[in-house]
């Protein structure tokens, strides 16, 4: 059975730095993207970061461009969200995501539908 468990979300305050894993587990295909989501209370899901996993291509949500960076550890099956100059519109839960390279979902890269594995979510808390 796969599974994304995310790490590393807590409490911080504006101007602060926190770092988000996303360890996969229990698949042996191939992972074709993985991605990062948060929602907000009353808000929609959105994306965030993601990762193309074979070209390590980055790609990015306009709101975090410039203070977020994604990466991977393919060696670990670990995807990283590395968040610095958090605000506190940032707040909200963080879901790690993957698409696998057999998955025939959504195209639109930012559809939820994109991607047929999530996490359970970390919570993300940025104070004024």
């Known amino acids: 059975q796969v599974q994304l468990v995310e790490s590393g979300g807590g409490s911080v305050q504006a101007g602060g730095s926190l770092r988000l894993s996303c360890t996969v587990s229990g698949y042996s295909g191939r992972i074709y993207s993985m991605a990062w989501f948060r929602q907000a209370p009353g808000k929609e899901r959105e994306g965030v970061a993601g990762?193309?996993?074979?070209?390590?291509?980055?790609y990015y949500a306009d709101s975090v461009k410039g203070r977020f960076t994604t990466s991977q550890d393919n060696a670990q099956n670990t995807l990283y969200l590395q968040m610095n100059s958090l605000k506190p519109e940032d707040t909200a839960m963080y879901y790690c995501?993957?698409?696998?390279?057999?998955?025939?979902?959504?195209?639109?890269?930012?559809?939820?539908?994109?991607?047929?594995?999530w996490g359970q979510g970390t919570q993300v808390t940025v104070s004024s």
């Open positions: 990762i193309y996993a074979g070209t390590g291509k980055t």
């Open positions: 995501a993957a698409r696998s390279a057999c998955y025939s979902g959504s195209s639109i890269l930012w559809a939820p539908g994109y991607y047929n594995y």
